[in-house]
Structures are given as structure tokens and as C-alpha cells.
């Protein structure tokens, strides 16, 4: 009898571990512990066995029988996480497929630049002004105290209209617009589009973009302008950079200036952006000639004002290493999509 | 702090309408919170001369009186009182009087009617006598309003003492302030003793004090007054305390009282006869000292605390209230006056560790003026004999270890116009300094100026220059930087938007030049006399191709399709947003804002999940819509077919704004297209941004209540034929009842086998919903039944099902 219990197991044992799914383990369960199995039917012959024997055979079927239960729940744990595992790997993503593309477009890199410098000016305290891209010559050179021989107002220089009118070369024009208008205290910007006949090139376009900015008050004084234009210059480029000015002329201005920034791409040191020269030239400034003020029936005596112009294009150019305008009004969408 | 305008003008005179003085006093600062006309309480009660009097017919105790109240028929009332005579002179609650919470309404008394009722004192809130109606001595005209016959016709202004200011804290204070603010004068009330009741005893010989703690009571000043007594204090002392809102107690607490209010200045009385050995020893309390204050709670002290005693036990929190031990009896007959200084930091300290406040602690925590004590303490004497008689003994007893002397400031009359932009003149500064009692000495165009100890809150330069400039008045200071509004918001905010908005649907922005060549229009088809044709020539240009200025910027946008197109790419939006230029005869040329938009190629990327999907005329449409949405203006766009003839006939559409045409949009034609060397699919839209800014109305975001009643949605199919637009329909469905038909749309559109030639089925579903109610089922189906037959009726269309 202890021979045909050590086949049995030895029978489980093998049977077990290698079934297949979890039915096929459920009839090896009603194959060796079912109440048709061998294992019951050498329990029920227990009894017949002499009283020396009976208890060994018992403790051996009992052994054999938790041994094979032990089995079959572990052979079932095995079989349940291998379906589980089988589940997930059908439900599984292919997380690397790409996400539904959503389009995004870009501003155009002047109009990103224009929003900003709005928006640092706003943030000074200052109102957003404009006037018009076709001018009087009286605008554009009279009011602004420009002499007749001044080359500026030669065919060379500025488109004419045939009606006699011309695209306005500088944003300046605005200047007199708003304080014909408006009395003190003015503190505007003027951004706008302005006009030099120029031939295309890397630098010169016939079409440019510019603004103005003007305060007028009682006690503004150089220092102001000094003051605002660092304020700005900072705030667009960052507070390594700042701001000098260098004697220069300009009709609507006394004293004049020009403007150069330290270079915003070698601090200083010299670099090809800069010539070597470690300043970045950009624009004009000034205080406002008493002539301008006149010209408006402002008291010249009581209120002095400043007023400067930056390039748009120009600080665009700076800000993202372009280094040709005509690259800005192309409108080629390999440079358009590095603006997203 | 409550002031009673009466009282006020006892020490300034003020000329003024009420509501221009209370005006004036916010803008000098001292805010007025709330004028209440004293008196109000007693609206409908008038003084009634009871004619006759006789006894009600059913009732032994009712008397049935007549009563003269100065109109036209005396009035007929029921009285219950005793001692109701002929003649008497009465107040009498008229019909519409408040009598407390009661409101005298017409009454029938054992079928009897009463047009008033005559009032006992309890019930005017005067006294509690309630034996009887109260009889007026005096002579006074039937109707005379009873508030003037108590004399408390009275304003009472509610204002706001801002905590620098403890010397605001009584009438005497206000008047100062008040005198200044008018430039007048003030008074302060004339002290002096009765001289036949005057004592003949010296103060000194019978009290003496010593203080323990200078630090926390810099002076103590006692006055004792012999024989005085106690009784309810006379009408007048009443009528003030309550104006102020003080219940009156008797006449010697109420002085008290009085004073406070007057003078600002907290004094306490303490019963003569309980201050053991005679002697007052302002001491820091011992750790666990017990006392019972005045509000009945017994209070456990510490060293923090500063106490008023005796020789035994502490007789007052000092400063704060007085104990019970040696409180004002009906039976006291000699009274010790305190008129004291205590240090503002401890007596907060105390009241906030002990959780107790009141009148007096108030004012000390602020500061009070050590060096008016004397005069304080003899106007109380004076009022004290006036109200409970007396004899006032001679002197004070002054105990003043250390002197406070008067702060100095230096104030630069350059400093002052600096601060504030004036040009004040040194005479100027001067003559305002003055008027705040500020004792000066000139020094050039500067003042050493020695500001008076009722003025803690004063202490540097900047804060006199405060008081100057309140003096000069601050609406008479210009202001500096007040800018003009120069720019046009609305155009900068809406081109944002719309910049954004473009850019966030997948858009890029282009920018090109504003030249033009004259052979553009022709590309376009246009017209001999299309408006764009109204063109500027320049006079100088960089050559043909560059001779006028742009009136559209669809011809740019196409050559940036084409550029873009011959870079292998093929599916792209753009647009641009700049400005247009037309001749205008006589007078400047007209630039106007512009965006043309184009799509070319797919609208939806090619997409592993999902096909690709060719721009449609509804995509650019939907973009359209959307702008609109952002732009505020959806309610006042309209569409309508466009005969621009760069587009396919029949899918293109003009955009309307309150009917004014702002732009169009559509499938180009091939050959427009091919003019441009365009050999793609592709759809443009063009908006005139400047009309549709001059045309836009302005609307801001208001929130709406959310509608609590759920929406109820009910479908319906229609069979339509070919010439009636969706927008129709939809237009007819929604007109039907605005209030509860929210919304109409569209959600299918179907042309097969089964629809009759030239028709087409449409499928709405519309968005049912009221704000005031759930909708019903049946309401709805009636509706419904009602729109079906309208629509049927209007269009001769066929209802496929529902
Ligand atoms: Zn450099």
C-alpha cells in the first residue's frame, strides 16, 4: 500500500505543475482528492489494515493528500496571474504612437517684439499712440524744426506721393499729432511703419518699423530721458546691458543724441554682432527743441519734454541674431515656424 | 464718538446747514458716519390741551377726553389714568406715533374709538413713573411738538475719531477742531464756584495722596466736595448724556459723565467716607489682589495693573473703572473728585488682560493731556455743587513728580512745499500754525514750533506738515500727474485678440510691405470701378512692381502661398494683419486695419488615428464664427452670398456687422489662383478690421445668474425645399419665444433616395428652458405643436418625424 500512495504521488507531482489552464487543473483536482479518486479509496481502506499499520498509512495518506491540495493552489495562484498578465498585455498602449497634433501658429516675430515693447512702455506708465503712414510734409519736416536744405527731404531719401503727400520717413510726426491735440503732461510711444527710399539690402528696407516715445511736463529733463531709456532698454534685453549716448544731430532735438546699448551678445567685449566695437547702435533722442514746442503754442519757458526712436525691426533683429531685414518680410514659413 | 450738535455750538459758532457742516467736517478729516436727528422718536408726539373730560359710558375707570392738538377738531381719546383733568396740558401720542415698538394705530375702545393716547412718563421712555399721565407744567401751544418741549431737538453726528486723535474724544475737542476748520474762535466754559457754598476747609487737610509709580501715573489731582446730594440729575444733564448715547445715573455719576464728554477727559468720584485713613496710594496691584469694579464682577489682578487704594485695599482700577467699595450711594454725602493721567501702554495692557473696556479706559490708551487737570477737575466742582449742592473745599491736591513739557519740532518752510507742491508763503505757515495753538518762534523763513501736550499724535516735522495741509485743504493742492487719455484702446486690445486667437488656431502671422503693383486687381478679377482700384500712386518708386500703396492684402498673401507651396509644403494657414491704404479726394488717405486670412490644403492634419479632411467653406466659416465669439459681436453678425469675383460662385459668403458689409470669405476660383501661380487647394477670408471696430458695439462680460431649472431638448426632422436657408428656419424657431427657447441648431442634413427632388431633410434640436420654473412636459408638447404648425404653415414643408 505504501508503494501504490508513492506512485500516486509521484503521479501528482508530475501531473500538476505542467497543466495548461485552470479547468484542466480542476479535473486533476477531481482526478487525485475527488471522491472517485484513489486517494479516497485508500482512505476507506484504512480500516482494514492491522492497528501497527493503520497509523502509519493514515499519517502517509494525510501527508500525500495536503502535499497534492498544496499543489493545485499553488499551480492555480500560478495559472490566475498568468491570465492576468496576459490581460494587461492586451489592453497595453503603445505609449510611443504620437499625440494628436494640435496646429499652433506664431505671431510674426515683429509683432511679437512690438506687443512687448507695448507692453514694457504700458507697464512705465505710458499711453499707446499712432498717427498716419502718409504725411504732410509739414509733419514730417516742418513741425519737426527740419531746414529746407536738409537731405532728408530729397526724392533720394523719401517716397513722394503723386498728390503731393509722402510716406512719413520717421515716427516722429506723431510727436506734433498728439501735442496739437493734447495738452501737458504727454507720455506716449508711437509705434508705427515708416518709409526710406532705400534699395533692399541686409540692412535697409524701404518699408521699416519704429516707434516714438514722448514725454512733455513741467521739469522733464535729460536726466528723465537717460533714466526711461535705460529702464527700457533693461527691461527688453535684461539688466546686463544699459544704455549711452553719444552727441549727435537731429532737427527736432536739443541736445541730441545718439543712443548705443552695450552689446548684447559679448557684453562689451567685441564681437562680430558689434563690430568689434562692443556697443550696438540704436536710435535717436533728445530733448525736445523749444521750435517743436512753439510750433504746438506750448509754453516752451514752463514745459521741456524728451523724445527718442528705436528701431523695431532693428531690436527684433537683435533679440533673435537675424541678420538680414529682408529675412523679416519674406514671410518663409521655415523662419516663421521658429517663432511658435 | 457721538457729538450733539447743540452742545457743540455752546463753544463755537456755526453758521451752517447741517449736511454742509458734516460735509466739511469728512473733508477735514474727521469722517462723518452716520446724522441722526435727535427727537425723531417722539415724531406724532405733541403737546394736547384736554378740553373736556368724561366717563366712558360702559367702563368706571375709562375717561372718554377731548383734546386740543392745534387742528381743526379737537381729538376724541380714551384715557385710563387717574389723574386726567380739564385743562391740563399733555403729551399726547397721535395716530402714526411710535411709543417704543408700539405703534399708535386708531382703536375702539368698548365700542367707543380713540384717535391717540395721552402718555404717561414710562411710557415717553422719561422716567419709570407709570402712576399716572405725565402733566406738562407751563404754558404751551396746543400741537407744539413735545421734542421742543423736552429741548432735545437736537442733531446727534456719528463720527469716526481715528485713534491718533484722543483730544477729538470730547465737544470741547471737536470745537477746537471745528474753530480751525471755520477760522473762528472757540470758547471754553467760565468756572466759578457759588461763594456762599464755598468750603472752608482746605482739600489738603483732609486728603493727601501719593502715587507709588510715577512711570504709570505721571499726575494725580483730588478735590473733595462736603455735603453733597444724590439725586436723579436735572433734565437738562439727561438730555445731553442720552443725545450721546449715555444712560443718565444720578447727578453725581452723570457730572462725571458730563465732563467726559465735554472736556474728553475721563475724572472718577469715590464716596469720601469709605477712603480708609483719607489718604489715595496709586500703586501697582499685588499678584492676586481681588477687587469688585462697578460692573459687579470681581477681577483678580497682578503687578501689570495699576490700582487706586487706600491704606487697606484698592478702592479703583485706575484709570478704568471704579470699584464698588467706595462707589457714589444714595446716602454719600462727601465726595474725593480724581482727575488723573495714567501711561496709554498700561492701561491698554490692562484692559486687554482683563478683558475690560469702557469710556475711560478708551481714552486713556490714547493719551490724555496731563497739564489741563486743574481746570477739569474745578468745572466738575462747579457742575457737582450746580446739580447736588455742596461745599467745595478750597485747593486741589496736585501730586506732578515730573513735569511734562511740550515737544518742539523744527519746521522749513521749504520742506512744507516740497512735500506738498504748494507755494506757501512763511506769513501763510505762520497764521495756520497759530490757529492750531502751536506756540512758534520764527527763525528766517523757518519756525521752531512747540506743539501743545493735547497733542500726542504730533511729533515730527512731517506730521505738522500734515496739519498744514489739511489747513490749506487738500481739494486746493493741484494735481500733478493726471495724463491725458490719448490712445485708442478698443483697437489695440481688439487686434490682440484677434492676433492671438489666429495664432492659437494653427495660424502663422505674415508681414509684407505696403507696395503694390498696379496689375494686381486684374489677377483678382476685379472690376473696373472695384473700390480697391481707388489706389495712391507713389511718385518716386522703386519701380512698377512697387508703385502704389496696397488696398488689399490678399495679393501678398498669395505670393506667400506660392513661395511657401514651392518649398513642398502643402498644407499651411497664414494670415495678416496690417494696414490698407485708399485715396480719399481733398483730404488725408484713408489707412485702415485689414486681415485676410488663407488655408491651404488640409484643415485637420493627416493624423494615424484619423484621416486628413480638405479646408472646407464651413471651416473657415466656424474660424469666423469663433473671432466673433472672442470679439463680443456674435448676436450682430450676419451672412450673406458674396458676388466678389475671385470666389466660386456659390461658395463664398459676405460678413455682415449690423449690416454694414465688414468682409468675405470663400473657395477661390482656379483661375484666380492660377494668376498667382497657386496650384493648390485653398480658401480665404478677408475682414476689414476698421469698419468692423467703427460698427461694433460695445459690450461688456455681465454675469448672468445661472438658470437653476433644468433644459429640456426636443428633436425635430423637416423636409425642407432647396430656397429656405437653415438660418431662416432657425431665425422663425427661435422668435417663437425667445424667453424659453434657448438655443436652435442644427445636427443633420440628409439628401437620399427617400426626400423628394429638390428637398432636403434637416434635423434641429432645440435647448428648451425657463429661469422661473421647471417646464412641464405638456407645456413643452404645446410648444412643440405650435412651432410644427407655424413652420408648416410658413414654408409648406413636411414634418418627417419628431
Ligand atoms: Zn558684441
Partial sequence: ?340 | MKISYNWLKEFVPIDLPIEEFCQKLTMYGIEVENIIHFGDEYENIVVGKIVSVKPHPKSDHLSVCLVDVGENKPLSVICGAPNVKENQNVPLAKIGAMLGDFKIKKAKLRGIESYGVICSEKELGISDDHSGIMVLEGEYNAGTPFAEVLKIDDYVIDVEITPNRPDLLGMIGIAREVAVMLDTKYTTPKIEFNPDMSGKQLTSELLSVEIDDPELCPRYCGRLIKNITVKPSPGWVQTRLKAVGLRPINNIVDITNYILMEYGHPLHAFDYENISENKIIVRRAKDGEKIELLDEQIYTLSSQNLVIADNEKPVALAGIMGGVNSSILSTTKDIVLECACFNPKNIRATSLSLNLESDSSYRFERGMDPNRLEEVIDRTAQLIQLTAGGEICKGIVDVYPKKILPKKVFLRTQRVNHILDTKLQPYTIKSYLLKFEFTIFEKGENFEVTIPTFRPDLEREIDIIEEIARCYGYKNIHSKFSLPRIEDRQKRETIRKIRSHLVNLGFFEVCNLSFASPDVFDKLNLPKDDYRRNIIELANPLGEQFSILRTTLIPDLFSNVALNLSHKLEHFKLFELNNVYFKNENNLPSEQVSLTGVIVGDFVPKYWNSKSQLSSFFDVKGILESLFKILHCTHYISFKKSDEPFYITGQSSDVLLNDVKIGSYGILKKDVLSNFEIKAHAIIFDINVSTLLSHIPHEEIYYKEVIKFPPVLRDIAIIVPQGISVAEIETTINSFNPEIIKNVSLFDVYKGSQIRENHRSLAFSITFQSDKSTLTDKYIDKLFDKIVKKLLKKYKIELRHR
Avoid at chain 1, 484504512?46 to 493528500?65: A, C, H, V, W, Y
Avoid at chain 1, 518699408?207 to 526711461?228: P, R, S, Y
Fill in chain 1, 1 to 340: 500500500m505504501k508503494e501504490e500512495i508513492q506512485t500516486l504521488r509521484q503521479k501528482a507531482l508530475e501531473e500538476i505543475p505542467i497543466c495548461k489552464n485552470l479547468k484542466e487543473l480542476e479535473s486533476l483536482r477531481i482526478k487525485f482528492l475527488g471522491r472517485k479518486s484513489k486517494l479516497s479509496s485508500l482512505l476507506g481502506q484504512i480500516g482494514q489494515l492491522s492497528k501497527e499499520q493503520r497509523p502509519i498509512i493514515g499519517d502517509l495518506l494525510n501527508q500525500t493528500k495536503r502535499e497534492i491540495e498544496n499543489q493545485i493552489s499553488e499551480r492555480k495562484d500560478a495559472l490566475l496571474l498568468e491570465t492576468q498578465k496576459k490581460k494587461i498585455v492586451k489592453q497595453e498602449l503603445d505609449i510611443s504612437f504620437p499625440g494628436r497634433p494640435i496646429e499652433i501658429g506664431a505671431k510674426h516675430p515683429l509683432f511679437k517684439i512690438w506687443e512687448e515693447i507695448e507692453d514694457i512702455f504700458i507697464s512705465l506708465g505710458f499711453e499707446i499712440a499712432e498717427g498716419p503712414e502718409i504725411e504732410t510734409e509739414y509733419y514730417n519736416f516742418d513741425a519737426l524744426n527740419t531746414p529746407e536744405w536738409h537731405p532728408a527731404r530729397n526724392l533720394s531719401d523719401t517716397f513722394y506721393l503723386k498728390n503731393g503727400m509722402l510716406l512719413r520717413t520717421e515716427t516722429s510726426p506723431v510727436q506734433i499729432r498728439v501735442m496739437e491735440k493734447y495738452k501737458p503732461p504727454i507720455r506716449i510711444i508711437a509705434p508705427g511703419r515708416c518709409y526710406r527710399n532705400d534699395k533692399p539690402d541686409a540692412s535697409h528696407s524701404p518699408v521699416f518699423h519704429q516707434f516714438e516715445a514722448l514725454v512733455v511736463d513741467v521739469g522733464i529733463t535729460f536726466a528723465d530721458l537717460k533714466g526711461t531709456l535705460d529702464s527700457f532698454v533693461k527691461r527688453l534685453f535684461g539688466d546686463k546691458t544699459h544704455s549711452r549716448f553719444r552727441p549727435h544731430f537731429f532737427p527736432f532735438t536739443e541736445p541730441s543724441a545718439e543712443i548705443d546699448i552695450l552689446c548684447i551678445n559679448c557684453n562689451g567685449k567685441g564681437c562680430k554682432l558689434c563690430k568689434n566695437t562692443g556697443w550696438l547702435e540704436m536710435g535717436g533722442a533728445g530733448m525736445v527743441d523749444p521750435e517743436v514746442l512753439k510750433q504746438v503754442n506750448y509754453d516752451s519757458e514752463k514745459y521741456t519734454g524728451f523724445a527718442f526712436g528705436l528701431g523695431i525691426d532693428r531690436i527684433t533683429m537683435l533679440r533673435y541674431g537675424i541678420h538680414d531685414i529682408r529675412i523679416l518680410f519674406k514671410n518663409d514659413l521655415r523662419f516663421l515656424q521658429q517663432f511658435v
